[in-house]
């Protein structure tokens, strides 16, 4: 994997960007630690030399010079951070351990900050120091400080400290990075590679899943979804065309040779009008078929979202049974409708009347003589229901599956007209607004059911 191709991920912009989001965080946390730390430090010194210089001006009040100079004097012995210097009004030294008074010049309050030498040993070192400068009569100076050499050092531990930390968060922070990005970039090429390979044409192929249920997984998943439907339609789409090559060429054959065989009679107008009738009804079942799955292939495509409006299926289902009530009764069928009030789902409604009508019109055809169609409409059990049941010769259970596939027809139905292409449009209705299609034996006949989600 290249590193030019690694820095221009996402991914890895994504990690930068929270990498110096969370080097900002973390610098701006320690500097205030270390900002908050040193003055208190300061703080302290400051309040050390202030408490000393108070306890020395109460000694010189009580004492005077001598003994001022004397408590300076034994101070200056036992103290190893403290410094002293008490000095005539010409600034010579009398007590302390400071050789000289500092060269700079005080500040507010008289304090003073400067470096001084003092012996470590056997070398003598540079060290820093703060002092507050007390004047006192006569000319008289008292010069008292504290080494503040040690404060210094860790001030600049802090600070080392403080870059290192900030140094080691972004290398950390880019390493993460890199791997987190070759992590995805990995997962992200084997989501390219698969697409590459479906679109060389191996419609099996299926995008990995890493088991880890994370964002990527869930990508993952769903497009092994649509791939799984992609390849369901491209099946149906085969299977339509070889069943549209095998049951349409052979009434179009018929068509063509009674023509022909029309052709070479001697004219006659009986026998022209007679050709003429059965060519009619031909193409009739032809244009039959061919609305059919047109009707599929818009279902299967998918309603606008302005197609689809709230329904009152009750009274969808009044208009089917009025429709088909004197085709019911020229058969000598009894046909009931059964329906609740105010069963609403949300569809097409040109497509649900095609659906329900071509239940209807199913359990018409092949119920027998003095037989019974019912449809029902309901509320069950969290589902709007609707069912249209008959007292014909069914469908066995093995095949209930099958007849809902394009151009499928049973043995028992072959000499009925029909395309075998009602139930595949009531299925792909189904399929379309999310209900659940099912063929129920209705001891006797069928009964098959459509089940629609209620809407929360």
Not at 270 to 296: K, V
Not at 310 to 318: I, M
Not at 411 to 431: D, H, I, K, N, Q
Request: glycine content about 8%; hydrophobic content about 40%.
């Amino acid at each position: 994997m290249r590193p030019s191709r690694l820095l221009r991920t996402s991914t890895f912009r994504l990690a930068l960007g929270y990498l110096v989001l969370f080097g900002l965080s973390v610098a701006a946390l320690l500097g205030f630690i270390y900002w908050n730390t040193t003055g208190f430090i300061a703080q302290q010194t400051d309040e050390t030399i202030a408490a000393e210089i108070t306890g020395l001006a109460e000694q010189y009040r009580r004492t005077g010079l001598a003994g001022l100079r004397r408590i300076v004097r034994e101070r200056s012995r036992d103290q190893r951070q403290s410094l002293y210097l008490f000095t005539d009004p010409d600034r010579r030294s009398i007590a302390g351990n400071l050789d000289s008074w500092p060269t700079v010049q005080a500040g507010p309050g008289g304090w003073l900050d400067f470096a001084y030498e003092r012996p470590v040993g056997a070398r003598v070192e540079t060290h820093h120091a703060r002092a507050r400068h007390l004047l006192l009569r006569g000319g008289f100076e008292l010069l008292v400080g504290r080494d503040v050499e040690e404060r210094h050092a860790l001030e600049q531990r802090i600070r080392d400290s403080l870059i290192w930390v900030v140094a080691l968060t972004i290398g950390l922070g880019l390493v993460g990075g890199v791997v987190m990005s070759r992590s995805w970039l990995r997962r992200i090429d084997g989501i390219n590679r698969t697409s590459r390979d479906i679109m060389a044409g191996d419609l099996g192929r299926r995008v990995p899943v890493s088991g880890s249920n994370d964002e990527l997984d869930r990508l993952a998943q769903n497009l092994n979804a649509m791939l799984d439907e992609i390849e369901r339609l491209m099946a149906g789409m085969r299977q339509v065309t070889d069943n549209i090559a095998h049951d349409l060429r052979s009434p179009l054959n018929r068509l063509r040779s009674r023509l022909e065989v029309t052709l070479l009679e001697p004219p006659s107008i009986e026998s022209y009008r007679a050709a003429l009738e059965r060519t009619i009804e031909d193409a009739e079942d032809l244009l039959h078929t061919f609305t059919a799955l047109l009707g599929i292939a818009q279902a299967e495509s998918g309603a606008k979202p302005e197609d689809m409006a709230d329904l009152d299926l009750d009274a969808l289902a009044r208009d089917v049974a009025e429709l088909y009530e004197p085709v019911a009764e020229d058969k000598g069928l009894s046909l009931t409708l059964v329906c609740g009030d105010g069963l609403t789902v949300k569809g097409n409604r040109h497509l649900l009347s095609q659906a329900l009508a071509n239940l209807v019109d199913n359990a018409i055809k092949y119920t027998p003589g003095s037989g019974a169609v019912i449809i029902t409409a309901r509320d069950a059990s969290g589902a709007v229901e609707v069912a249209v049941a008959d007292t014909g010769p069914g469908i066995p259970e093995g095949e209930r599956d099958r007849v809902l596939d394009r151009f499928v027809r049973l043995e028992s139905s072959r000499r009925s007209p029909g395309s075998g292409l009602g139930l595949s449009l009531v299925a792909a209705v189904a399929r379309l607004h999310g209900a659940d299609l099912t063929l129920e034996d209705n001891r006797p006949g069928l009964r098959a059911v459509m089940r629609f989600p209620t809407r929360p």
